[in-house]
């Protein structure tokens, strides 16, 4: 709530069965990509369900997968928003 967020939009959610996943994942109005350790398989997943992902890359190769998909350009994905600092990722 302290960033604007009301609580009844974030979902947490155990284990589904493999099925529903992308079912659950297009759910989603976007995916917050962690900075330090991107999503990897996870944040493909979410594009492939048709949810926007937001990345900030870091220095390790492990922090740079999310813009990596970014510029994949032969990958019919939803957008991708790559920021480059701190304030850019909380806006």
Known sequence: ???GVAPHRVVWSAFFPREVEFLVKGLADVFV???YFNAHTTGVDALWSGTPLLTWPG???SARVGASLAVAES???PPITVVR???DYEQ
């Open 59 to 61: 220095g390790e190769f």
């Open 1 to 3: 709530e302290e960033m």
């Open 33 to 35: 990509d962690t900075p």
């Open 75 to 77: 990958l019919p994905l």
């Open 85 to 87: 600092d701190a304030e």
